[in-house]
């Protein structure tokens, strides 16, 4: 039963199962990749070259069937950041690694140039099979092909073309539940790691045997229905809710209102076009045209803030529309149109690159004066150029930043090379604190400070006082404990207000650790995350002075409240002081 | 008589002349720029942005016709480091700036997108003139038809199309004596930084009045006297001595023979067939087909390193095929065929781009399979991309880094951002500590530790040692104190073997400030100026950690002496301890 470390050396061509060092034992996640890197690969390493590796870890209770657990967390050095990375996703591969007894499966060396494999963890053994046959294809019929291959019963990860180009916009795609590339670790780049080591797709087989173990079955239960109870109750998460109605696009409307959703490349605030991308507007059309919502992401999920969408004629399916993607491809490029936003997201999905990165790219490239705002038809052949692999193809695939270097362009909205999600952080300053701070670039998900903020969830706390540090500081704490322990972060609006909740948390990652940590040492444990990244950062030569926000945002004021970025420097840096 | 400092707000459109304030009246070249950009500018601008400036200082003694004085310092934020730069280069418009009276030309601001101008600076007055006409023009061109439009009796600094693109491998081009673009402040991006604030180029009349004041012209005289003597007398630098006969090209055969000529992107440190491409046979060329040898970049130049390569026929002059160009063009993309390198370089000029940069930029695309080592003519048609401005074009005109983004290269030779000159320094650890620690990013000229380490000049120095610290520091503030009394680096080779030239030089200096610095002095004056622009650096998010060579030479062995550059990193520290 116990569970193994899996290494990989793709330079040797070797597969090892390892028992887990006593260190590691009581990680999961976000917690056990953040370490293994830091300890493992050298701060200088280039992140294509020989000394990176590329980690996946599911979370300390994922597959244990507590609610929303299916989280899988992938780390590496990142080719967009230059720093550590932990990027997770909801997806059904994350349940089935670590019920297969995978605590963590390590990607390391490089393979011969331009050599691809799949990698099959099979019920009868492991083994590297050549994926020549599925270079320069989609993930969509990848997908499909790989089930012909390797039949139903198994799921995947992979990267698609932009990974192929090694290119710093790669994510990397997981299986949802139809067995479609629609869930991602998308940020920072690490389909470019895996890709560099010469690994295409993971294929695992769902085992025969469940190796999970939960050391104290009854308080993990005790803590399983706390938490699922609190799930039921609280607005946002509850059946019938605003996630489950509307999925996370729900916050189109609310975040325009607020002026705080970047229109044009972080020009303007708000725009009343947006109405016509809402969540609410797309729950209809899902509904017209037979799309699925709600919809989970993975077999633990009691939100299902999830959706397929589809063309008007119920063809092309794609899982899915999050509010990040229809703002990224949308507003920020000026397009309010889901038919548009629809096709650039399938692409994303079949191209393997992350949707926050691209609209933003898409909208840096229209700044730069390759097409005009609101240029669907041309967003969309942009990704042809991506799919074509063209010299175009191979600068939009690396990133808005690195967009804007090739067209000239000083508005480029990023920290640490990543850029930003859909909140514009001149007026709601406290998401800003955590894009500027967070070692991982301008990340919503680090310290959700649109929570209290925008949502009155979590506490209320005014978009505008700069006084954010704090909160964001412990927002981002108590993130790197639940992404270690493998939920997913959308719990964070029940447990935030519903103490028994947060309880059953704890409760459940004692109940499978066997051990009896307070709230207050899951967020010591956080704290700790942060600290094994920031370090990591540090020594790849990062100083306070890359936790600051873009020159224009401090510059230049957003309509329509006309406000610049103005937390002081001294706030951000409080972030990292006890 | 006074000297003044001309400010030209782009955004305004207002030029107006300062007088110099008492901080900045002992200051002069490098010293200048990087105090005023350090005073001026925000760490934190886009170096694209319109918080950035572009300053010209000509040196201390530029102009007054004190031996090879003819040097001017741009400095900015630099598009290709993120740090503060300083590039400097002999040319007449350097003088002519000086006698003019500008102790410092500042270009702030932006104008409108896509607008350009020329900077006139006349006899009858300053005007801004509409460029439109000279837009995609090559300069070889463009510099004819300024001298048709503005006459003879002027010089000129501009941007090629490079510029025009905004990209980070943009130089800026001088004029040399005969009026052609050849000569450089080519590293370091400052091109973009130019075109960015809407300045194609600057046109400067020769004045009718010499406005440069030597307070005191008695010891001012002495000392040109005593370096000229030097200058005359040193292997290196006399009448038929190494440079005079062969210019810089005179170490291809030498460092070839070190086991320290980068070859093939830095994969081979000695090829047999760089004799081909070496000074010697370059020189015989150049006297069978016409061309000019020895030449002088700038007026008051008598050591002769330059000169003026044709192709076969006599036609279609370069100047000038450094060492460093002929290296980054021909072995290090494994071409060894003098006409080719020529065009090559011709096309940089034309361009305007850095050769070393434009080089080591080919060699990366060659490692990234976008055409083979040594393919002369694929080298050539990549050049057309950047004339035609093409996504490819984009992509090479931003840099080695960049290109090796764009095709997922993980060996890239760079420093900060920087590509590297012609010397490994795997076998000559010396010039990788100049290398690592300079503020400049990867650079020879900042502390030329080739002298002692190869050339037997300043003393002898094991190129193997590795405590190479208090070498690179030394030589380091040393050419701080050249570049800022506005003197050729060249005459390092004489003064530090001359005790005379070196006592020259503080005396020319002396001369024109009426000043009584002693050589300690001048020393701890280079000490000031690396500081500031150390601190600039910091800032602007730079730490030690960025002090380093990229991961593969710390990994990778060098033939033929199979050595990986082992310098510790206390000992790069080192540089920066009194």
Redesign the interface.
């Known amino acids: 039963m116990t569970q193994k470390i899996l290494r990989v050396d793709m330079g040797k061509g070797t597969l090892n199962y390892e028992d887990v060092p006593e260190k590691y034992r009581r990680l999961g996640g976000r917690a056990l990749t953040s370490k293994m890197i830091s300890d493992e690969v ?10 990176n590796k590329l980690i996946f870890a599911p979370g300390i209770v994922t597959g244990t069937g507590s609610p929303n657990s299916g989280r899988i967390s992938a780390g590496a050095k990142s ?1 967009l950041t230059g720093g550590i990375k932990e990027s997770n996703a909801g997806t059904p591969f994350a349940k089935t690694l670590a019920q297969k007894g995978i605590k963590a499966l390590v990607i390391e060396g490089k393979a011969k140039k331009d050599k691809y494999y799949i990698l099959k963890l099979g019920n009868d053994g492991e083994e590297l099979v050549e994926a020549d046959d599925y270079l320069g294809m989609g993930l969509y019929k990848a997908y499909d092909k790989l089930h012909e291959e390797f039949g139903d019963n198994i799921e995947i990860t992979g990267v698609g073309i932009a990974g192929e ?4 916009n790669a994510g990397i795609s997981y299986t949802d539940p139809e067995g479609m590339s629609s869930r991602y670790s998308g940020r920072g780049g690490l389909g ?1 790691v895996m890709a ?1 080591r010469g690994i295409k797709f993971i294929v695992i087989e769902e085992p025969e045997e469940d190796k999970i173990e939960i050391k104290d079955k009854e308080t993990f239960d005790k803590g399983r229905k706390k938490l699922a109870k609190a799930l039921s109750e609280h607005d946002v998460t509850k059946k019938g809710g605003a996630l489950y109605s509307y999925g996370t696009s729900v916050l189109i409307n609310i975040i325009n209102e607020s002026g705080g959703l970047p229109q044009r490349n972080f020009s303007e605030g708000s725009d009343d076009r947006s109405a016509q991308v809402s969540g609410e507007r797309k729950a209809e059309e899902i509904k017209k045209r037979g799309g699925v919502r709600p919809h989970k992401c993975s077999p633990s999920c009691i939100i299902r803030c999830s959706e397929i969408w589809t063309k008007e004629d119920g063809k092309d399916p794609v899982g899915v529309l999050e509010y990040e993607s229809v703002w990224a491809l949308g507003p920020n490029c000026g397009i309010y149109d889901l038919d548009v936003i629809g096709e650039l997201n399938r692409a994303c999905n079949d191209l393997g690159m992350d949707t926050i990165e691209a609209g933003n790219t898409i909208a840096v490239a229209m700044e730069g004066g390759l097409l005009d705002f609101g240029d669907g038809e041309g967003a969309l052949k942009l990704m042809d150029e991506i799919y074509n692999k ?3 193809g ?2 939009l695939a ?1 990133g808005a930043e ?1 967009t804007g ?8 909205p990023t920290v640490k090379g990543q850029a930003m999600p859909a909140y514009d952080p001149r007026p709601i300053k406290g998401i800003g604190v955590t894009y500027a701070t967070s070692p991982m670039g301008a990340d919503h998900t680090a310290g959700y400070a649109i929570a209290p903020e925008i949502m009155g969830v979590g506490g209320e706390a005014d978009p505008f006082d700069i006084k954010k540090g704090e909160l964001s500081k412990s927002l981002q704490r108590a993130t790197a404990a639940i992404d270690s322990a493998g939920y997913c972060l959308f719990i964070a609006f029940a447990i935030l207000d519903i103490e028994e909740g947060l309880e059953g948390v704890v409760d459940t990652v004692n109940g499978v650790l066997g051990t009896d940590y307070s709230i207050e040492d899951v967020m010591n444990f956080g704290k700790q995350v942060l600290e094994t990244e920031r370090e990591f950062n ?6 306070k ?2 936790d ?1 926000l ?3 945002m ?2 230049e004021e957003l309509p329509p409240h006309n406000v610049v970025f103005d937390v002081p420097d001294e706030e951000l840096d409080s972030v990292w002081e006890d």
Request: charged share 25%; hydrophobic share 35%; proline share 13%.
């Open positions: 050298p701060p200088n390493a280039h992140p294509l070259g020989p000394n080719p180009l090694g290119a710093a470019a560099s063209t010299a175009l191979r600068i690396n690195y270097r090739a067209f000239g362009v000083d508005r480029i540090k020594r790849a030569g990062f100083s002075e890359d600051r873009p020159e224009f401090i510059k």
